[in-house]
């Protein structure tokens, strides 16, 4: 469990462009959690993210993983980089290596792990990517397609053995399969695997898929926060701060409005097909 | 005449080993005809490597064709005598914003493609101007680009291209790495400049509704032409859409579904305007064809 508290952070402390890009965030990311970030570029979310496996320091609040503040004395900052993951965004400009193989094993060994263990990490990794096999170790990472490099980058990840998983805009510039393949994956590793992720979207329709939970950042703090139906029931709150709704919503209440008895928290394709069949006598038994 | 007519074009190269040595012969284009009216707002989709791009980069001769003819506003783009007018006529704009950004405010980075060009100073503010008045900016003009917002950058880097009076511009995925806010603000830029000022736009895009309101639409699959016609026609076929890795926008997927459940949906529907009054056709015992018909007859 991470337990974030009243976590600030100012840029330019004490100068005349002293700027909040976290003012006061308060939250608790239980165990096992699938969790969905929103907010407009610059709302402070990537500032949060990059808090908590410690690439930025607070300058007032506290974080603490498992119980224990990563500020204390003594804390294994190493340690938390492996246990919580990050995905920076386009990771694929980050692959270097000569084959896809050691490419994911860079991590591993930084850790201090030999190479038949590094290996076997990434081997694993390379698994749950759907990137086994020596067609693909052996390959250059760049001759891959764009979705494939995109998921040897996640590999190098996963191959720390992260327990959380942070994904800043996993999908962004995938074409419509290359995103769906690259978030099955990531619902797999949360079903499967029990991690906790939090994904960083600026994708409304596929937040309201994936996500059991919406955290809304806005002028660095939290401004909604709950299941996606009570999120984007806000949905015109959230387009004065930047953000959507995914568009069944709007269609949800434009049927609404012309006077059909529709669930107006639909927020995916089949949620709203279901609800619409039921609103017709003639369709309501086929659902 | 067509702003742009490609010509059976074909582009291929070829990867090289370390040793030189010829390793893969590459076709990313493979045989395109297609002409884009002056004035029109269009839009190409395709998988990524479907060679999208690789066609927007001889818009503006970037790329020569290697097979084949690409005319702009009539220009022979292999034509070396004509580079710079093929890059006046047809101006782009890529998918990262911080790329595009040189100076340091805004108004001497829309100064700077028209001092270029060797404009007289007069001519560059009175551009910059309207570059301005035409992307919604003029509030920012001495503003630090790194200061603008993801959508507003996009902004900026597109009244750059328009301060250099193209008659087309050219868009590579300018809108995936924006917030929704700033997609909104892109799109409605682009069709005030296709409206008001009878800009040629060609969007290249994944996001699927950001097509529904435009002219026509191309679809490119591993180096040729598949499918082109109006955004209802493309969206039709929801079923080729998917085998080609693309999609249809949600609500044209939930007509879709519901059609599936045996609903009587004409196939086609693109805004929920359009579901709700063919919706409220069904329901009421109307002719939900006549319905979306009507809809996009008011528009």
Request: net charge negative; with cysteine; charged share 25%.
């Amino acid at each position: 469990m991470i337990e974030i508290k009243n976590l600030t952070y100012t840029y330019e402390q004490g100068t005349g462009y002293e700027a909040h890009a976290l003012n006061g965030v308060s939250t608790r990311i239980p165990d096992g959690q699938f969790i969905g970030l929103i907010g407009h570029t610059g709302s402070g979310k990537s500032t949060l993210i990059q808090h908590l496996n410690g690439l930025m320091k607070a300058t007032t609040g506290d974080i603490l993983v498992d119980g224990t503040s990563i500020y204390s004395e003594h804390y294994d900052m190493r340690k938390l980089r492996s246990t919580v993951g990050l995905v920076f965004q386009y990771p694929e400009h980050q692959l270097f290596e000569t084959t896809v193989l050691k490419d994911v094993m860079f991590g591993p060994k930084n850790l201090g792990l030999s190479d038949d263990a590094a290996k076997e990490r990434a081997r694993k990794a390379l698994e749950l990517t759907g990137l086994s096999g020596e067609r693909f170790e052996n390959a250059s990472p760049f001759d891959l397609s764009g979705g494939q490099k995109r998921r040897a980058a996640i590999a190098g990840v996963l191959a720390m053995e992260p327990k959380v998983l942070i994904l800043d805009e996993p999908t962004a510039g995938l074409d419509p399969r290359g995103r769906d393949e690259i978030l099955s994956l990531i619902r797999d590793l949360h079903e499967r695997r029990k991690m906790t992720v939090i994904l960083v979207s600026h994708s409304m329709e596929d937040v309201a898929q994936y996500v059991e939970r919406i955290i809304v950042i806005d002028s660095g703090k939290i401004r909604f926060d709950g299941t996606p139906r009570e999120v984007f029931r806000h949905y015109r709150e959230l387009e004065a701060l930047g953000l959507a709704a995914p568009q069944v919503t709007y269609l949800m209440h434009d049927l609404a409005d012309a006077g059909f008895t529709v669930d107006t928290d639909a927020i995916t394709v089949d949620e709203a097909r279901d609800s619409i069949l039921k609103s017709l006598p003639q369709f309501r038994r086929t659902v | 005449m067509p702003i742009v007519s490609a010509q059976n074009l074909s582009f291929s190269y070829e990867l090289r080993d370390e040793e030189g040595n010829v390793a893969e012969h590459i076709d990313a284009l493979k045989g395109v005809n297609l002409d884009i009216l002056a004035g029109s707002f269009v839009t190409i989709l395709g998988a990524n490597g479907s060679g999208k791009s690789t066609f927007a980069k001889q818009l503006n001769a970037l790329l020569v064709p290697t097979g084949g003819t690409v005319f702009v506003d009539g220009m022979n783009t292999a034509d070396e005598s004509h580079l710079l007018d093929v890059r006046k006529t047809a101006g782009m704009v890529f998918q990262n914003p911080d790329n595009q950004m040189i100076a340091s405010n805004v108004e001497e980075e829309i100064a700077f493609g028209p001092e270029n060009l060797g404009v007289e100073p007069d001519d560059i503010w009175r551009r910059v101007d309207m570059a301005l008045a035409a992307v919604g900016m003029n509030a920012y003009r001495k503003t630090s680009p790194n200061k603008l917002s993801g959508g507003q950058k996009q902004r900026i880097a597109i009244a750059g291209i328009v301060a250099m009076e193209p008659k087309c511009i050219v868009l590579d995925e300018p809108t995936a790495m924006l917030d929704p806010g700033g997609r909104r603000e892109v799109i409605r830029t682009l069709h005030e400049l296709n409206e008001k000022r009878h800009v040629t736009i060609i969007l290249i895009t994944h996001y699927m509704e950001e097509v529904v309101d435009a002219d026509y639409c191309f679809v490119m699959h591993q180096g040729e032409l598949v499918m082109s016609g109006t955004p209802r026609e493309i969206f039709s076929d929801v079923e080729t859409m998917r085998r080609l890795s693309l999609d249809v926008p949600q609500v044209t997927e939930v007509a879709y579904e519901l059609q599936q459940a045996g609903v009587p949906l004409p196939d086609g529907i693109l805004t929920s305007e359009e579901l709700t009054k063919a919706l409220t056709a069904v329901r009421d015992g109307g002719d939900p064809a006549a319905a979306v018909e009507g809809c996009r007859r008011a528009k």
